[in-house]
C-alpha cells in the first residue's frame, strides 16, 4: 500500500522558515518523480514543485521560486520542502505526491497533508 505521511507544518510569522518532510512507503521512492502540491481553503490544488528521481533537476512554481528548496534522500524514502520568506499568502494545507499527476491537477496517489499558516 502506498503511504504517503508529511510532517513539519506550524504556525509562523511573515519572513519566517519550515521545513516540510513527507515519509513515502509502500512504493519504489527512488524511481519516481514527486512533488510538492498547496492547497487553500476553497482553492484547488496548486503545484508548488517537483524533483526528478535521483535529485538532479528540480522545478518550481513563480510564486515561490528562489524561497523554497525541494531535495530528497533515497536512502530514507523521504522528500522535503525548505520554505523560506515565507508570506501570508503561503498558507495552505502542504501534500506531497508520487508523479504523474492526473489532468485536473489532483494525484493518484498523495499525503494527507500538513498545515503551514503565516501570520503575523
Known amino acids: 500500500e502506498v503511504q504517503l505521511v508529511e510532517s513539519g507544518g506550524d504556525m509562523v510569522q511573515p519572513g519566517g522558515s519550515l521545513r516540510l518532510s513527507c515519509a513515502a512507503s509502500?512504493?519504489?521512492?527512488?524511481?519516481?518523480?514527486m512533488s510538492w502540491v498547496r492547497q487553500a481553503p476553497g482553492k484547488g490544488p496548486e503545484w508548488v514543485a517537483q524533483?526528478?528521481?535521483?535529485?538532479?533537476?528540480?522545478y518550481y512554481s513563480d510564486s515561490v521560486k528562489g524561497r523554497f528548496t525541494i531535495s530528497r534522500d533515497n536512502a530514507k524514502n523521504t522528500l522535503y520542502l525548505q520554505m523560506t520568506s515565507l508570506k501570508s499568502e503561503d498558507t495552505a494545507l502542504y501534500r506531497c505526491?508520487?508523479?504523474?499527476?492526473?489532468?485536473?491537477?489532483?494525484?493518484?496517489?498523495w499525503g494527507q497533508g500538513t498545515q503551514v499558516t503565516v501570520s503575523s
Open positions: 509502500g512504493f519504489a521512492f527512488s524511481s519516481y518523480d
Open positions: 524533483i526528478v528521481t535521483d535529485g538532479g533537476s528540480t
Open positions: 505526491a508520487r508523479d504523474p499527476p492526473y489532468s485536473d491537477g489532483t494525484y493518484a496517489y
